[in-house]
């Protein structure tokens, strides 16, 4: 197998027992709901990728648990992102680039979208920046990518429900591998 492809799905396995924030589920459970969510809505094997993918940066540094709790933005989707495009195309790193922003775009334009924020995604919100300010709404709204960072972002606020059975991380890596650049 290609070893990039082991050592995703060993950081998977392996690395993401952790708790996911303040919520019930770990990090491997949480990035195999939100894969599993954008499988079912066939949304293809980039979205897959970046769902399955998209904290990586939560596994690939060492600030602990939830270091949102102790006032520290831990920048993950930035760290995620230096890491992935090494191995992947902008499909894949673009959504998880903007998958804090994308956070910040919703609390802006869905006046409902904040209520329906978990506790976790409540309090890294303020240090991330709250809400968007107009400007930048129209800034990301006219980037790249924008619509399919929003569509992750909807599946990270959903994939933390406790018990939830999903398939395990080998049955996203033929996905992954599909995503591979070159
Ligand atoms: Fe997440």
Redesign the pocket.
């Known amino acids: 197998m290609n070893p990039i492809l082991t050592e995703i799905q060993e950081l998977l396995e392996g690395r993401a027992e952790g708790r996911y924030g303040l919520s019930l589920i770990n990090q491997q459970q949480?990035a195999l709901q939100a894969a599993w969510l954008a499988e079912r809505e066939a949304r293809g094997d980039a979205m897959v990728t970046a769902a399955l993918l998209?904290?990586i940066g939560h596994l690939v540094h060492d600030l602990g648990e939830n270091p949102a709790d102790e006032g520290v933005d831990d920048m993950h989707e930035a760290l995620g992102h230096a890491w992935l495009i090494q191995h992947f195309g902008p499909d894949v790193t673009e959504p998880v680039r903007l998958h804090v922003a994308a956070k910040r775009y919703l609390c802006a334009v869905e006046p409902d979208y904040f209520a329906k924020l978990s506790p976790d995604s409540v309090k890294s919100l303020a240090l991330q920046g709250g809400p968007m300010s107009a400007d930048e709404v129209a800034d990301f709204e006219a980037g790249g990518h924008s619509a399919a960072a929003v569509q992750l972002r909807r599946y990270?606020e959903q994939a933390k429900v406790k018990g939830l059975q999903t398939p395990p991380v080998a049955h996203f890596m033929p996905a992954v591998e599909r995503s591979l650049l070159g």
Do not use: G, S
Request: net charge negative; charged share 50%; aromatic share 0%.
């Open positions: 949480h998209h904290d990270d």
